[in-house]
């Protein structure tokens, strides 16, 4: 059945209905002002880990192959480049994205499908002014640009279901490509969107080339990362990084299981194993699972590209991504052989990480460090190494409460999307597509990150910043429309069609008799 057409939005278009918000938008804008203006104040200068001193390192580097993928470095060069050499100019933009994709996506749910009048102004508040997100405006990482990117495209994809216009269409499938070069978590996104072309009323025609376009550009930029690497290193891989994070994944619990080396595949993968039975217990490491196998230098991991770089007269790089195919190889025939294992020490450990997230480096401002790296300091023309805030408690003490507040959050968006089942099944042949849309794209989205979250990397507090924005504004639209308005929504009668009138034909006239 065909979404029936809103009336406002026939009538008045977004632009208008944005004219009629200019309460929310004249406190988004003045709140928004003094916000960045206490969070510069408290924090001059930007939060930094090791993550950011890679990024602004790559931004000299003229490859498209790095240890992670390089559209943040990217970014950051064009600023750079093209806006300012401040770092200060990074956080402003940061902010600004973080502060119009916001809105945007506020004022789409409320113009498409309406939010509820008493949830309106909570909603409203709680994700532009949220202080996590505000603050990991501050931090040099692809965290806040990725969460821009993300609630963009999922709210285009809400208005491919509610009113399927090309210009949504496009915009979809470029915050898509977008989203994918400055985070892999991406690679599901495609998924998300063939589900909202299908839910939609569009035309066939429509749908076909929306599905064609998004599979298509996901599967073009894969296979040119795959080139790139394979030019760079000689090695085919897409993600150099997947191998190595699979395999850090295993040897959380490798000591707890019993790996027989006749069943792996190959003979490099026996010999990862001997490097992981001599130097597992060299690496010092916390009771939760975390990616120390990864980054330590006297991990097993790390110990075995040394071992092949030496072996193969190769330079560490290339090696460190064949290696990633050796142990993609190597984690996936232990996960094969000991799947219960992989479930109770990794899976279940990380979805309770998924629900009550540990805060990790936003714990403190610059990781306690206060020294900054020289290219970063030269890059950035900073007066001097050494950073420092005015509060450096301040930090901690917000981060401290969010693991609860993620936890709450998450139970609430689970336990809506079963709630809104239960009044949703009972009139769902009679409710209109763009409802059933908006709940099908939303519950996959969310159960699709939640999976590919568990399973590809150890979930930390910064993974979850675009649940703290679409967590927020999708179970209130869901809850707008109750088990009543579902009902009414169901029996009301479909719009009847006028028929254009049809020209009368003009009767046969027929002789009169003669009389006789």
């Given amino acids: 059945m065909a979404a029936p057409i809103n009336i406002d939005s026939a009538k008045y278009g977004f632009i ?54 390089i559209g943040y470095s990217l970014f950051l060069k064009f600023l750079h480049n093209n806006i300012s050499e401040s770092i200060t100019a990074v956080v ?48 040099i990482s692809s965290d806040s640009l990725f969460c821009s990117l993300t609630v963009c495209w999922l709210t285009a994809c809400l208005w491919i279901i509610k009113q399927h216009r090309w210009w949504a269409l496009v915009v979809q499938i470029v915050f898509l490509y977008c989203s994918f070069q400055i985070r ?12 909202a072309f299908v839910a939609s009323g569009a035309r066939i025609g429509y749908k076909i080339l929306g599905i064609v376009f998004t599979v298509l550009v996901i599967y073009v930029a894969i296979n040119k990362q795959a080139d790139a690497v394979e030019k760079v290193t000689g090695t085919r891989v897409f993600s150099g990084f997947s191998g190595w994070q699979l395999a850090n994944n295993v040897l959380y619990y490798y000591k707890k299981i019993k790996v027989d080396t006749t069943t792996l595949p190959n003979t490099e993968t026996v010999v990862v194993d001997r490097f992981v039975r001599h130097y597992i217990d060299s690496v010092q490491k916390n009771d939760s699972i975390g990616s120390v196998y990864i980054w330590d230098k006297v ?51 990380n979805t309770k990480n998924f629900f009550y997230p540990e805060p990790e480096m936003l714990y403190n401002y610059n990781c306690s460090n206060t020294v900054l790296d020289s290219f970063a300091q030269n890059w950035y023309h900073f007066d001097s190494k050494t950073l420092c805030c005015r509060y450096p408690v301040l930090q901690k003490n917000v981060v401290t409460a969010y693991p609860f507040f993620s936890l ?9 999307i079963l709630i809104f089942l239960v009044w949703l099944a009972p009139v769902w042949r009679r409710t209109p597509d763009y409802i059933k849309g908006l709940y099908i794209t939303w519950s996959v989205f969310y159960f699709a990150y939640f999976g590919f979250s568990v399973f590809a990397t150890v979930v930390t507090l910064r993974y979850m910043d675009p649940i703290y924005i679409m967590g927020f504004i999708v179970p209130a639209v869901l809850l707008g429309y109750n088990r009543a308005k579902l009902k009414a929504l169901a029996v009301m009668p479909l719009p009847v069609v006028a028929m254009p009138p049809q020209p009368l034909k003009a009767k046969k006239s027929v002789p009169a008799k003669r009389k006789k």
């Fill in 408 to 416: 709450l959050l998450n139970v609430f968006n689970i336990g809506v």
């Fill in 92 to 139: 402003v933009v940061h902010y600004l994205l973080f502060l119009l994709s916001s809105l945007f996506c506020f004022f789409s749910f409320d113009y498409l499908y309406g939010i509820p009048q008493k949830l309106r102004w909570p909603a409203f508040l709680l994700i532009v002014f949220n202080p996590i997100l505000i603050i990991q405006t501050n931090l």
């Fill in 16 to 69: 208008n209905h944005l004219k009629g918000q200019k309460k929310m938008l004249l406190v988004a804008g003045g709140a928004s002002v003094i916000c960045f203006a206490l969070l510069k104040f408290c924090f001059p200068l930007p939060d930094f880990f090791v993550d950011s001193l890679n990024y602004i390192i790559w931004t000299r580097s003229r490859t498209v192959v790095e240890y992670r993928p």
């Fill in 299 to 349: 991990s097993p991991l790390k110990m075995y590209v040394y071992y092949r770089s030496s072996r193969d007269h190769m330079k560490y790089f290339p090696e460190w991504v064949a290696a990633s195919v050796t142990y993609s190889d190597y984690a996936s025939s232990i996960i094969k052989s000991n799947p219960m294992a992989f479930l109770n020490y990794f899976i279940l450990p």
């Fill in 184 to 195: 892999y978590t991406a690679l599901f996104f495609p998924l998300v969107a063939v589900i």
